[in-house]
């Protein structure tokens, strides 16, 4: 059973729902940069405007104070704070997110905040290009005392960073995030640098003796090998290897999994890792309270040779079926899996994906959870002035359902949160692919605000602790 204090709750990022890129002070991010640069997002969209939550953060907390909400995750954006990314502090930026804080706390509402969602200072990646080099380490955990500075009086929970993996991997790997690179040496060291900032944050904040929690949310999907062929297991264990358990395991363990670290090493492309850097890491592995998993899908591994597929872009448009196989050659390739439902951008629909990984994480790291995001993006439609998202209730039901499977199997869940709230800017899927409770209409320069039948589901979930999915 969910406990009597489990943290109900919807999630967000500074730059899919803030909007006011320019406005009181704030500097410029690698994200402001990106979507002005041709082609690089669905149909040139933008975070310009979003949902405009700068300007419309009280209506947006009403609404989640009328659902119930236990917590509403969000995260700050960097250049609204130090517009340079160092140096000196935008007052602005701090009075915003005293707002945004104080206000969900007039409702009982616990504020978990993100401390970096991917719109790092431009000023950083000009100077040392950001992630790439170890310079980050100082300037993130200089932002990082700032923040807890001014907020962690009031803040109990605190991520350090968002889906490390996913960032590097678009922004080093598939060229599809900034700084738009295809280098997997690079991908491997910037992760690394993500992970000793991570500890480093950490540790600072244990050493100030803040009271709350601090962990950082890894983008999780377990494996499954494509067949009972010994070569599709050995692709599912290599998958693990080198990416679900090799992403978890410098966070969670301070070490990489040894034969991933050196299979890359042998491929020329392991990070560098030094003996303060391993001193550091496992330190901070002991020191976080939590992991965050941001769970979407699982992923189904057959064996690749290595003249097989590399990896490739995925769906951007909502043209189901229009995703190619994608894998590291050697390593191994996602497949189909014929047993499953996909979404129209070709996002498996695995709930009990969700349970395994749960377990499989439990096992492996001993620490509490926090589901950071879960969520079904989907076109939805507006009829007679509602928001008939059945096909999203299904999808959250499913995998709240599933999270109560990984309760009753002893797993230590003590949040789940889902994306998103309102509607907000998809990055490279721009405004089309919709994930919240809240419907906006992008097209009204007012962008209204409109509660789908999702709303009025999770509303339920809530006021019921989950016994009202549990219930058939
Ligand atoms: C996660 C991110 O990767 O997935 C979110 O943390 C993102 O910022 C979410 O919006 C859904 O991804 P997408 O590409 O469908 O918007």
């Known amino acids: 059973m969910f406990k009597s204090d489990f943290l109900w709750g919807s999630a967000s990022s500074s730059y899919q729902v803030e909007g006011a890129f320019n406005v009181d002070g704030k500097g410029v991010s690698i994200w402001d940069e990106w979507v002005r640069i041709p082609g690089k997002t669905f149909k040139g969209t933008n975070g310009d405007i979003a ?175 494509a067949s009972d062929t010994l070569e599709d297991i050995e692709a599912c264990r290599r998958y693990y290897e080198t990416v679900s358990y090799y992403n978890m395991d410098i966070y969670s363990k301070g070490e990489y999994p040894e034969w991933g670290f050196n299979y890359l090493k042998e491929m020329g492309v392991a990070p560098e890792v030094t003996l303060e850097d391993t001193i550091l890491l496992k330190e901070a592995a002991k020191l976080s309270d939590f992991i965050g998993i941001n769970y979407y899908q699982s992923n189904t591994l057959a064996y690749n040779p290595v003249n097989g597929v590399g990896l490739t872009v995925f769906n951007t448009t909502g043209e189901k079926g229009s995703s190619k196989e994608s894998g590291i050659p050697g390593l191994f390739k996602m497949v189909r899996n014929p047993n499953l ?25 001993q620490k509490p959870l926090i589901i950071s995001e879960n969520g079904l993006g989907a076109f939805d439609k507006v009829e007679d002035g509602r928001v008939h998202d059945d096909y999203r209730i299904d999808y959250l039901a499913k995998h709240i359902k599933a999270c109560h499977d990984a309760l009753e199997e002893g797993v230590n869940l003590l949040a789940y949160c889902a994306w998103s709230f309102t509607d907000i800017l998809s990055w490279l899927n721009g405004y089309q692919k919709r994930y919240g409770f809240v419907y906006i209409d992008f097209e009204d320069d007012n962008l209204p605000r409109l509660k789908k039948d999702s709303f009025l589901f999770y509303q339920e979930v809530i006021e019921t602790n989950g016994r009202s999915i549990l219930k058939d």
């Open 341 to 365: 439902e996909y979404t129209d951008w070709d996002w498996v629909i695995d709930p009990q994906g969700l349970t395994q990984s749960l377990i499989e994480i439990t096992n492996r790291y």
């Open 51 to 225: 949902t405009d939550h700068y300007h419309r953060y009280k209506e947006d907390i009403a609404l989640m104070a009328e659902q119930g909400l236990k917590t509403y995750r969000f995260s700050l954006s960097w250049t609204r704070i130090l517009p340079q990314g160092h140096g000196k502090v935008n007052e602005k930026g701090i009075e915003f997110y005293n707002n945004i804080i104080n206000e969900c706390l007039k409702y009982g509402i616990e504020p978990m905040v993100t401390i970096y969602h991917w719109d790092l200072p431009k000023t950083l990646q000009d100077d040392y290009l950001g992630w790439e080099s170890r310079q980050i380490v100082e300037d993130f955990t200089n932002y990082a005392a700032i923040c807890f500075e001014r907020f962690a009086d009031r803040v109990n929970y605190w991520i350090v960073i968002n889906e490390p993996n996913i960032f590097t991997e678009l922004g080093y790997l598939l060229a599809m995030h900034p700084p738009g690179k295809t280098d997997m040496k690079l991908k491997f060291q910037a992760y690394h640098h993500t992970a000793l900032v991570h500890a480093s944050v950490v540790k600072l904040f244990k050493e100030k003796g803040y009271s709350g929690m601090i962990g950082s949310s890894i983008a999780y999907s377990n494996g499954y090998p």
